[in-house]
């Protein structure tokens, strides 16, 4: 024994036996059935709105393991969406346990952005004593939609998930996810070059990048590819004092990046709600057809917005005009995926 001992101890330095890895931990964030939808930083935090994971596991209940206090959102088994708001540590989501069995599980967080300074770094999940996760079958294609606040669901009652992008993903059974930050521009703004003195982040500039924030690493592209990507900037630039010149320019730049690190994808440019920049941006999807980009189109969306029903403030969709703008949407999301 002891001779078969030195032996493998001697063969395991010259290499000639592999040491085995160790099982990962069911639930821990390096476990590879969770699944990650979305832009996540290398320290499982989820970036931009609307990113979420889903796994599936077994036994009767389960606790998400969160490093600092935190808003976020979740479903069991697809249920109704719980928030769990300023919560930190080991946070139970089955007060109630569940049946024995196999289940799903969906958690999305809140955007830190702005005056909200949530931290978003997930640290896994608590399962039963002998749990286990799998895998959930995974959508064949996915839609990305790019935007503002409007795409974030600002004032939404569960904000991102209330959104139009959102609730087009999830009736249509795609994945998805929102790069999208209230207060976005499309141009980088200054202060100094901002009419109202503050400064914007642009999404021609950031779309790139995992995160919307100063210094943010770049984005690798081939984590995913959206069959489809929706365009809906501009309310912000507006209130900036872009002009029209600037704002095309911008524009067809940022179709441009999106083709670029989106090959294959189908575009859709859409007129925002209100109905500014509507010539600018028809002209922009022009100049890029004109390219050679074939697989770009402008999405008019003339008669779509009632800001007296829709909205609270007049610009923000509340959860009704969520739910009607994604009506009026996801035919042209559709017709786009099965192409």
């Not at 730049?253 to 010539?279: Q, Y």
């Amino acid at each position: 024994m002891r001779l078969r001992t030195m032996l493998t101890a001697v063969l395991l330095t010259l290499g000639v036996l592999a040491v085995p890895a160790p099982a990962l931990a069911a639930g821990e964030p390096t476990d590879t059935n969770i699944e990650y939808e979305g832009r996540w930083s290398g320290a499982y935090v989820p970036q931009w709105a609307g990113a979420y994971l889903r796994v599936g596991f077994t036994g009767t209940s389960v606790a998400l393991k969160q490093r600092g206090t935190i808003d976020f959102w979740y479903s069991i088994d697809g249920g109704a969406y719980t928030k769990a708001t300023n919560v930190s540590g080991t946070v139970n989501l089955t007060p109630v346990r569940l049946a024995v069995g196999q289940h799903s599980l969906l958690v999305s967080y809140r955007i830190v952005a702005g005056s909200y300074t949530g931290d978003a770094v997930f640290q896994g999940l608590t399962l039963d004593a002998g749990a286990n996760t799998y895998k959930l079958p995974k959508p064949a294609k996915g839609v990305e939609f790019v935007g503002d606040s409007i795409t974030a669901g600002y004032t939404a009652t569960n904000m991102a998930l209330s959104a139009y992008p959102w609730i087009i993903g999830e009736n249509l059974g795609v994945s998805h996810t929102q790069i999208a930050l209230s207060g976005a521009c499309l141009r980088e703004l200054t202060a100094a070059q901002s009419t109202r003195g503050i400064r914007c982040y642009g999404l021609e500039n950031r779309y790139t990048k995992t995160g919307f924030q100063d210094g943010a690493a770049d984005w690798n592209f081939g984590r995913y590819q959206p069959a489809v990507v929706v365009v809906n900037i501009g309310t912000n630039d507006s209130g900036h004092g872009v002009n029209s010149a600037d704002f095309r320019t911008g524009y067809t730049n940022l179709l441009r990046i999106v083709r670029e690190k989106n090959p294959n994808a189908r575009i859709l440019a859409l007129r925002i709600f209100k109905g500014s920049w509507a010539a600018e941006t028809r002209q922009s999807v022009l100049d890029r057809q004109a390219a050679g980009d074939t697989k770009v189109t402008y999405v008019d969306s003339t008669g779509w917005w009632d800001g007296a029903t829709m909205s609270g403030d007049g610009t923000h969709p509340n959860d009704y005009g969520h739910r009607v703008l994604a009506g009026k949407l996801q035919p042209f999301v559709s017709a786009a995926l099965a192409s």
